[in-house]
C-alpha cells in the first residue's frame, strides 16, 4: 500500500506500518549519523562490493549496501537492517 509522507511516498506491509523509500545514498547518510550519534564505529567500504554494491561495517556487524543511486526496494531495506540489527524506527531523519 503506497502512502504520502511528506513529500516522499511510503510503503506499508500488511501490519500497516511505514517503510520510508530511499535511494542507498540517503540510507547510507542516515546510518551515518546514526552511528555518530550513537559514538558506533562506521567504515563504509565500496571497493569490497561486486559492481556497484559496497560493504558497510557499522557497530560490528555488517551488511552489503546495492546501487547507491537506485531506490532500496522493502525488502531489501528490511534485510540491511536486520543485517545491522537495526529497527526501522531507529532511522531518524533529524
Known sequence: MLVTC???I???DKNDRQWIVVRGS???RLLRGLARRRDWAFDW???LGK???GRL???GRR???PDLKRELKTGTLAAILKDLSL???ELDRH
Open 6 to 8: 511528506g513529500a516522499r
Open 10 to 12: 511510503c510503503l506499508s
Open 26 to 28: 540517503e540510507l547510507l
Open 45 to 47: 567500504r565500496p571497493d
Open 51 to 53: 559492481g556497484s554494491h
Open 57 to 59: 561495517l557499522m557497530n
Open 63 to 65: 551488511t552489503i549496501i
Open 87 to 89: 529497527e526501522r524506527d
